[in-house]
């Protein structure tokens, strides 16, 4: 890995040198970036080391749950306080929101050297998503977005300033802990990858201008829940498996989402019979990879609306996720269309 990576460009120099691309360059958005990229790596080594250091299984003897009632797996809470004690250190954040916490985080600066209240980002993350894959060693990921307050910088933030639609994200990204471990984010100039050097601590550009194939071959759903869905994506999926596209489902949001972002294709989160709102949440799972797909020339939709335009209306809320390539997606909101048109008339 190391002699492929001589000469490439670190996360850090990337960084820097697309500063001047935001429209707001004052190098705090990149601060909060590299912030981020340190605490990746604290919870890359953690993910790593797993199977040896006896920290799989469930956190509290299986006593513990998060917010939505899940049972918490020890790494998420490892996770979870990594990256929240990184971005409460952060001078530029002024609150974060976790999938594991169930209310807003207040960060304030106010007594610290530098720090004049509550910093003017604040951050929407999930700090390990599919962490039921733990277990068995398949990938896992975190995804985060990042939002300029709308509320007065210093103050308190307020909760509208975390429910804002997916097209007014500053930055939104997520690491992929897999075979290798990658940083994938956008500051809304693109989609850049970063792979991840382990015996240096470096990441390193390793997919410029990332952008999803024209060409979609690969549908991923969960099978089993499909019956229980639309029938409109039921008929979709009989269709695009007939016309030859090929099945992929790992269980992990971002690393379905990885993969169907560089062969080409579209992942399907329905809603069903008994969680009509579907599983994903919007703030943290599904409007930050609805910004990248956008920024990667792709899409995402709920069913009803392009996800870049919906603005959430709770904290923890949840949605149906349809999201890939753009055709893909935009034939299955037609069919979505047709139904609704057809119920109408
Ligand atoms: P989590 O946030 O509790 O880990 O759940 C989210 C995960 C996603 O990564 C994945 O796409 C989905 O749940 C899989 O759900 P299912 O097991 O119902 O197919
Ligand atoms: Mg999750």
């Known amino acids: 890995m190391l002699s492929a990576m001589i000469g490439a460009q670190t996360l850090q120099e990337f960084i820097v040198a697309r500063e001047s691309e935001f429209a707001y360059a004052t190098g705090d958005l990149s601060r909060l970036l590299t912030d981020l990229s340190t605490a990746a790596k604290m919870v890359n080594r953690h993910v790593n080391r797993a199977g040896l250091s006896g920290i799989i299984g469930q956190h509290d003897g299986g006593n513990s749950t998060n917010v939505q009632g899940e049972t918490q797996q020890k790494l998420d809470v490892y ?7 990184v971005l409460k250190s952060c001078l530029k954040v002024g609150g974060v929101v976790s999938e594991e916490q169930p209310d807003v985080i207040h960060v304030d600066h106010s007594k610290r050297a530098g720090g004049s209240g509550y910093g003017r ?118 269709t695009v498996r007939a016309e030859g596209m090929n099945a992929r489902y790992v269980g992990a949001l971002v690393a379905d989402f990885h993969r169907n972002l560089l062969k080409g294709g579209i992942f399907l989160y329905p809603g069903t019979t008994s969680r009509p709102e579907g599983k994903l949440r919007m703030l943290y799972e599904a409007q930050p990879l609805a910004f990248l797909a956008a920024q990667a020339g792709g899409s995402a939709t709920d069913g009803h609306i392009d996800l870049l335009k919906r603005t959430p209306l709770s904290l923890h809320e949840r949605t149906p996720l349809y999201i890939g390539e753009k055709a893909a997606v935009a034939r299955l909101q037609a069919a979505f269309d047709g139904v609704r048109v057809k119920a109408d008339s």
């Open 79 to 85: 996770a979870d306080n990594t990256f929240v004690r």
């Open 121 to 238: 980002y604040v951050v929407c993350i999930d700090p390990l998503d599919g962490s039921s894959n733990i277990d068995v060693n398949i990938s896992v990921g975190t995804i985060f977005s990042i939002l300029r307050r709308k509320s007065d910088m210093g103050s308190v933030p307020q909760i509208d300033d975390f429910l804002q639609p997916a097209s007014d994200c500053v930055a939104a990204g997520y690491i992929l802990y897999g075979s290798s471990t990658m940083l994938v984010y956008s500051t809304g100039c693109g989609v850049n990858g970063f792979t991840y050097d382990p015996s240096i601590g470096e990441f390193f550009l390793s997919h410029p201008d990332l952008k999803f194939p024209a060409e979609s071959t690969i549908y991923s759903v969960n099978d089993a829940r499909l019956a229980d869905g639309p029938s409109v994506v039921q008929d979709y999926v009989n």
